[in-house]
């Protein structure tokens, strides 16, 4: 699965080359079955956390320097992990859209600033990177849905604070 993860990201994505321009998006090849599963080790689940940071700072260092205003990030999903993957935003105000999350039926709390993704799952974050977590909760006639999630890379941390 990592494997794949390495090829999947071996090369900067282009622009060009894609249907959609304002955002590329990877997700870890692995199975909601497979890699959300209670029989799963944490060391299995911290090897993908991992591999997703690392990912992150590999496309920021091959970045082109023409694409030096993308923004490169990893979304980590919790529990189901088999949500996460990479982000590159080739718009920034599409990137900006990806924080406004306070809706009638969705919205995003920052999670305490005691909580830390580097020593909850024992993973190395690149100083250069930064990381917030947030917990979603979804509304809809009754039901209310909420998961907890990371992003770690390229984030504009005045766009997430300013909020709280």
């Known amino acids: 699965m990592i494997k794949e993860f390495l090829v999947l990201t071996k090369a900067f994505p282009r622009p060009e080359d894609l249907s959609n321009l304002h955002y590329w998006h990877v997700r870890l090849p692995a199975s909601s079955s497979f890699i959300d599963s209670d029989k799963v080790p944490i060391s299995i689940r911290r090897l993908c956390i991992q591999a997703l940071i690392d990912r992150v700072q590999y496309l920021i260092d091959i970045r082109p320097k023409s694409k030096a205003s993308t923004r490169v990030i990893a979304e980590i999903n919790l529990p189901k992990l088999s949500n996460s993957g990479i982000i590159i935003f080739f718009d920034v105000g599409y990137f900006d859209k990806l924080f406004n999350r306070d809706i009638k039926y969705q ?20 100083d250069k990177l930064s990381v917030e977590g947030f917990q979603e909760e979804i509304s809809n006639e009754g039901f209310i849905y909420r998961r907890e999630f990371w992003f770690a890379g390229e984030l504009a941390i005045h766009i997430l604070r300013d909020r709280t």
């Open 107 to 126: 919205g995003w709390l920052p999670l305490s600033a005691c909580r830390s993704l580097e020593k909850e799952w024992v993973v190395s974050v690149p």
